[in-house]
C-alpha cells in the first residue's frame, strides 16, 4: 500500500495512527487503491470491507463484466449495512447458526458424503429452529434472524441464480436474483446457507445450470436445500395423504398440490419425490417430453403464482436503520437516497410513508426508533 501511494511505510502508519494527515495527492491514489471514492474515504463511518467468492461458473461464462458488477453491488450494499449499524452505534450480535462449526469442510472427514452431511445439516438445522417436517414460512425473515444472512434481490444477469458473500467485517450477504420466481428464490437461499454452513469464506456465485455437480459444496449444499425444505418425513406423510383421498392415484394435480404445500417449483417437488422413491425415476422427464406446462396447469387449478412479498429488494432491517438514521438526523436526504438506492423525492416519500398512518381521520407520526423497553407504565 505505502509503495502504491508513493510513501514509506512509517509514513503509512502514521497516517493510519492519525499522526499524519494525508495530502490530497495521496488521498488521490489511496481511493483509486481501494477502488473507493475519496468521498466514501473521508466519510466517518465508510467502510473497507472485501471479500473474494469463488465463482461456480462454466469457464465457456467465465467471470463476465455483468457477473463482476453484481458482485460489487453486493459488496457495497454489505459495506452500507454495516455502515448504518455504526451511524446508529449498534453492535451486531453473532447469530446462533454463526457459531456452528460441525459442518465445516476442514471439520469433516473426507470420506464422509456430503450429501449425507447437508442431509444432517439440513434436519440439524429443523431441530434448531423448531420446525418440526411442515413447510418453512417467512424464510428470509427466518434465515436473517437466526444466520445474520443480509439478502437482497437484486436484477443478477440470466446465468447467475444468486451470489454469497462473507468477511469478518460484513458478515454474511446474499443477493438473489429477483427475475426469479418466489420458489427459485427460496431454493437458492437455502443453498447459500449451505455454503455459509460449510466453505462461508470463499463465497459462492450460484449457476442457474451448474456443471461441476461433484463439487463437494455443491453436493452438500444441494442435499441440504432439499431436506430443508422438503424433509423426507414431512414429503412422505403429505404423499400418503394424497394416496388416502384418491384412493391409490397420485395426478399431476397432486404434484402441484405438494410443491405449493412446501413453496417450491413443480420440478423440485417431482424429482424429490423420485429420489424417495415415491414416484418412479425419470416421472418429471416423462411429463415434460409430454409437453406437460406446471404454470399452465397451476393456472388452469385456479392457482395464482407465490406472492413476491411486496418485491422489496433491500432487507426490512437495513431500511429500518436507513429511515431511522434519519429520522434523527445522522443523515442527509442525499445520504438516504444513496443508501436506499433511489432519488431523493423517493427518499423522502418512502420516510413519509413508513412515519405516518391513517388514524381516526387524522395523522399519527410514528417514532420508530423510540425504545419500547424504556417506555413509562401506562397505568
Avoid at 469463488?54 to 467465465?62: C, D, E, H, S, V
Wanted: glycine residues 6%.
Amino acid at each position: 500500500m505505502a509503495a502504491s501511494i508513493g510513501v514509506a511505510r512509517t509514513t503509512l502508519v502514521a497516517m493510519e495512527k492519525g499522526e499524519r494527515r494525508p495530502s490530497n495527492t495521496e488521498l488521490l491514489k489511496l481511493a483509486r487503491v481501494l477502488s473507493v471514492s475519496v468521498n466514501e474515504l473521508l466519510r466517518e463511518h465508510t467502510v473497507i470491507a472485501d471479500a473474494s467468492p469463488r465463482f461456480r461458473m462454466a469457464p465457456k461464462q467465465g467471470r463476465s463484466e455483468a457477473v463482476e458488477a453484481a458482485v460489487e453491488q453486493l459488496k457495497q450494499l454489505g459495506r452500507q449495512y454495516v455502515e448504518l449499524e455504526q451511524v446508529l452505534s449498534i453492535t451486531r450480535t453473532p447469530a446462533p447458526l454463526e457459531a456452528i462449526t460441525t459442518y465445516h469442510a476442514s471439520a469433516t472427514l473426507p470420506a464422509m458424503s456430503p450429501r449425507l452431511l447437508g442431509q444432517d445439516a439440513a434436519l440439524f438445522l429443523r431441530r434448531q429452529l423448531d420446525l418440526g417436517d411442515g413447510p418453512v414460512l417467512q424464510l428470509e425473515s427466518l434465515l436473517e434472524l437466526e444466520a445474520g444472512l443480509r439478502i437482497f434481490k437484486l436484477p443478477l444477469p440470466s446465468e447467475v441464480a444468486a451470489i454469497f458473500l462473507w468477511s469478518d467485517v460484513m458478515g454474511a450477504c446474499v443477493a438473489l436474483n429477483r427475475h426469479h420466481p418466489e420458489e427459485r428464490r427460496r431454493w437458492s437461499l437455502v443453498h447459500e446457507l449451505g455454503h455459509f454452513l460449510r466453505d462461508r469464506e470463499a463465497g459462492d456465485v450460484l449457476s442457474t445450470e451448474p456443471e461441476n455437480r461433484r463439487d463437494p459444496s455443491e453436493q452438500f449444499s444441494e442435499a441440504l436445500a432439499a431436506e430443508f425444505l422438503m424433509p423426507a418425513t414431512g414429503v412422505r406423510r403429505r404423499f400418503a395423504e394424497h394416496l388416502r383421498d384418491k384412493g391409490a392415484h397420485f395426478s399431476a394435480a397432486d404434484l402441484i398440490a405438494m410443491a405449493r404445500f412446501h413453496a417450491v417449483s413443480f420440478q423440485a417437488m417431482t424429482l424429490r419425490l423420485e429420489e424417495l422413491q415415491l414416484l418412479p425415476a425419470g416421472t418429471y422427464q416423462n411429463l415434460m417430453r409430454r409437453n406437460f406446462r406446471p404454470a399452465a396447469a397451476q393456472k388452469q387449478m385456479g392457482l395464482a403464482p407465490l406472492p413476491k412479498q411486496a418485491e422489496r429488494w433491500l432487507p426490512q432491517r437495513y431500511e429500518r436503520l436507513a429511515l431511522e438514521a434519519y429520522s434523527q438526523e445522522l443523515l442527509s436526504e442525499g445520504e438516504l437516497a444513496r443508501y436506499l438506492g433511489c432519488d431523493r423525492v423517493t427518499a423522502r416519500d418512502l420516510y413519509l410513508s413508513r412515519q405516518i398512518e391513517a388514524a381516526d381521520g387524522g395523522e399519527l407520526v410514528l417514532e420508530l426508533g423510540e425504545d419500547v423497553l424504556g417506555m413509562p407504565d401506562a397505568g
